[in-house]
């Protein structure tokens, strides 16, 4: 069974910073690749970024590139979210997301429970 | 403002069948397929429809899915309260080298 659990949100300071976990299990972890996905507190959703398999491509949405970074470490079945210069606009529940096929076209088919991540003073 | 243009909100009595509707460009729904989420609340979206109108397994075949040109569209048949939820649509688009979002519909059964 495909499972993603997110972890690392929490309360930080506009400006700071914070870095999402999202442990993968049950699926080839390294043959597949990761997303991020938001949403803010009673909006719709909002992609924030991919990752491929390898790691070597990356999309950033433009409302994050420069500041945030994905990344993963195969041999650990893990994706990461490095959030820096964080702003309230960031206030958002972060999924982690895994295609239901091998590609965009077959759509966001697994999700992790989320992660609050609230950026406030 | 959202890439994909969906309605805010659609309403049916039980039974009933309604559509709702999702409208984009040729970099998105016009050279991609489209993916429907149903978002119940407090809960993470569930993959609806993928692929323009294939469903995943599990989903009634109450729901389907189409898709022409730039728009694409969902259909819910014989509605039920517990279809009472938030759907979006979706597809990838190659301008911005991501996947975009309709803005949300909220369905109300009646």
């Known amino acids: 069974e495909v499972q993603l659990v997110e972890s690392g949100g929490g309360l930080v300071q506009p400006g700071g910073s914070l870095r999402l976990s999202c442990a993968a299990s049950g699926f080839t972890f390294s043959s597949n690749s990761m997303n991020w996905v938001r949403q803010a507190p009673g909006k719709g959703l909002e992609w924030v970024s991919y990752i491929s398999g390898s790691s070597s491509t990356r999309y950033y949405a433009d409302s994050v590139r420069g500041r945030f970074t994905v990344s993963r470490d195969n041999a650990k079945n893990s994706l990461y979210l490095q959030m820096n210069s964080l702003r309230a606009e960031d206030t958002a529940v972060y999924y982690c997301a895994r295609w239901y096929e091998y590609s965009s076209s077959s759509g966001l088919g697994y999700w992790g429970q989320g992660t609050l991540v609230t950026v406030s003073s | 403002q959202s890439v994909l243009t969906q309605p805010p909100s659609a309403s049916g009595t039980p039974g009933q069948r309604v559509t709702i509707s999702c409208s984009g460009s040729s970099s998105n729904i016009g050279s991609n397929n489209v993916n429907w989420y149903q978002q119940l609340p407090g809960t993470a979206p569930k993959l609806l429809i993928y692929?323009?109108?294939q469903r995943p397994s599990g989903v009634p075949d109450r729901f389907s899915g189409s898709r022409s040109g730039t728009s694409a569209s969902l259909a819910i048949s014989g509605l039920q309260s517990d279809d009472e939820a938030d759907y979006y649509c979706a597809a990838w688009d190659d301008s911005l080298n991501g996947v975009v979002f309709g803005g949300g519909t909220k369905l109300t059964v009646l």
């Open positions: 692929t323009n109108n």
